[in-house]
Antibody, heavy 121, light 108 residues
């Protein structure tokens, strides 16, 4: 199981970024997939989850209406479209896989190395 | 939102000693609690799920216990590689999935 995030960088407040998470060694469509972030020097914060079926997505309140989780099964890649970015969105963003296929049991047994998003003018 | 409070914030111990880390939930999470270890510059690693089940490849010196609102992660005899940050996470009452603020386990 390998997860590789990309797409992070420096963006101005109000700007947009799309993060990608390329998966190998398993099929994304068999697992609920997630984004978890960690602000510099801070703890872990759950951001979003997509069910394995793809028909159910959840978000933490602070990103609702601004972030969208999606995936491309043909590329085995998970995405996080981030719009209207704020300084408080600055963090390392990890994609994370749940442990049990086709389940809604959200605990994470596979993590990428993370990609840093910095929102600053 | 279920708030998870970890204690202590920092735990200073020596290799070979026993470590006891606590996680308290603001409401019952049954046994739907996981523990992660994170070292600086690395992604978290799953240690324990459903309060007491060791994840694949996790050494037997790591154990978890508790249910409802009070949980404990115990490391029976600390190895040098165990000094890191530890986070608990609940999945009973979501969204949101919530994590504790973390315990730093440092070498004394």
């Amino acid at each position: 199981v390998h997860l590789l995030e990309s797409g992070g960088g420096l963006v101005q407040p109000g700007g947009s970024l799309r993060l990608s998470c390329a998966a190998s060694g398993f099929s994304l469509s068999n697992y609920a997939m997630n984004w978890v972030r960690q602000a510099p020097g801070k703890g872990l914060e759950w951001v979003s989850t997509m069910r394995s079926s793809g028909d159910d997505t959840r978000y933490t309140d602070s990103v609702k209406g601004r972030f969208t989780i999606s995936r491309d099964n043909s590329k085995n890649t998970l995405y996080l479209q981030m719009n209207s970015l704020r300084a408080e969105d600055t963090a390392v963003y990890y994609c994370a896989k749940v442990a049990i296929s086709s389940s809604w049991d959200i605990f994470f047994d596979g993590w990428g190395q993370g990609t840093l998003v910095t929102v600053s003018s | 939102e279920t708030v998870l409070t970890q204690s202590p914030a920092t735990l200073s111990l020596s290799p070979g000693e026993r470590a006891t880390l606590s996680c308290r939930a603001s409401q019952s999470v049954d046994s739907y609690l996981a523990w992660y270890q994170q070292k600086p510059g690395q992604a978290p690693r799953l240690l324990i799920y459903d309060a007491s089940n060791r994840a694949t490849g996790i050494p037997a010196r790591f154990s978890g216990s508790g249910s409802g609102t009070d949980f404990t992660l115990t490391i029976s005899s600390l190895e040098p590689e165990d000094f890191a940050f530890y986070y608990c996470q609940q999945r009973k009452n979501w969204p949101p999935i919530t994590f504790g603020q973390g315990t730093r386990l440092e070498i004394k």
